[in-house]
């Protein structure tokens, strides 16, 4: 059996993995999304968690991308360096199993711009353009843990910047003195406007973040303080991002909730947003790379 004849995309992250069953037409018959990332796999485990999916989606060619493809994942599959477009994936695709099971490797950064890595964003970036979802020259965010911040040049991935956006957030609110006034949920709403405003206009992020605490101490605590947080982070984040080059408006590619986000802060530093789906373009990535096999 071919990938002609329907094959089995896996995205698979550190904390979760989302798999599909696709038929030849490059439309999904079935899925599935759990919390077997990476991490929850044991040592030597990763064989028997590929022929799980199998059992759950039938038994077809599967290609797989994310850390998965990590030194901490089933096989390290080598970076390409960037500029990186869709043959150079297909090429250099690591095989468990020749033709049968692969693994797409990420891309990767060095030089003036600084070092650089990405395992996954590049599927899904890719696979935004062969949709012509995102045209082939442009500026495209993708939030996430960690955020990355990518130029596309004739539909390749020119060069990217990462940012540690969603990691900080998520440490603030756990693990921080602030993490009592952060226990809400972040939203696009007027506080989170308020901190993606002060950070786009210069405000010293540090300082701004302690000022949270300051706040309760001094019994002016405000129930939205996680929007805000959110909002100075993400201002901060945008700001460093509109510094790469790029005209028209910037695509956003990922999980809607966190693009939502993003684009709050982008019509605040006045700039158009496309949303894309991550899920859709992950589907579009890996059936251009089957298309190239």
């Not at 039938?58 to 990590?70: E, F, I, K, N, Q």
């Not at 990405?118 to 949709?131: F, K, T």
């Not at 805000?228 to 790029?246: E, F, K, M, N, T």
């Not at 910037?250 to 158009?272: E, F």
């Amino acid at each position: 059996m071919s990938f002609d004849d329907g094959y089995i995309a896996v995205d698979w992250g550190t904390t979760n993995r989302r798999a599909y069953a696709v038929d030849p037409g490059g439309r999904v018959t079935d899925s599935f999304e759990d919390e077997r990332g990476l991490m929850a796999v044991p040592r030597g485990g990763f064989d028997a968690a590929a022929a799980e999916i199998r059992q759950r989606l039938g038994d077809r060619p599967m290609l797989l991308a994310g850390m998965v493809g990590s030194n901490r994942g089933w096989r390290e599959a080598p970076y390409v360096p960037c500029p990186a477009g869709p043959e150079a994936l297909a090429a250099n695709i690591l095989w468990i199993e020749p033709g049968r099971t692969g693994i797409v490797p990420g891309a990767s950064q060095t030089g003036p711009a600084g070092a650089d890595v990405m395992r996954g964003e590049e599927v899904q970036v890719l696979g935004a353009v062969a949709a012509c979802l995102v045209p082939p020259d442009c500026l495209i965010c993708h939030p996430g843990t960690h955020a990355k911040w990518i130029v596309m040049k004739e539909g390749r991935i020119d060069s990217f910047r990462t940012m540690m956006t969603g990691e900080l957030f998520s440490l603030l609110k756990k693990h921080s003195i602030l993490a009592e006034q952060l226990r809400g949920e972040a939203e696009p709403d007027a506080s989170f406007r308020e901190g993606a405003g002060a950070a786009l206009g210069g405000q010293e992020l540090l300082s701004a973040l302690f000022g949270i605490r300051a706040r309760h101490v001094l019994g002016e605590s405000r129930g939205d303080a996680a929007s805000y947080a959110s909002g100075l982070l993400i201002g901060s984040d945008v700001r460093a991002g509109l510094s790469l080059p790029g005209n028209g408006p910037v695509a956003l590619i990922g999980r809607p909730d966190l693009c939502q986000l993003y684009a709050a802060a982008l019509t605040g530093a006045g700039r158009d947003t496309v949303e894309v789906d991550g899920a859709t373009a992950f589907l579009a990535g890996i059936h251009m790379l089957t298309e190239m096999l």
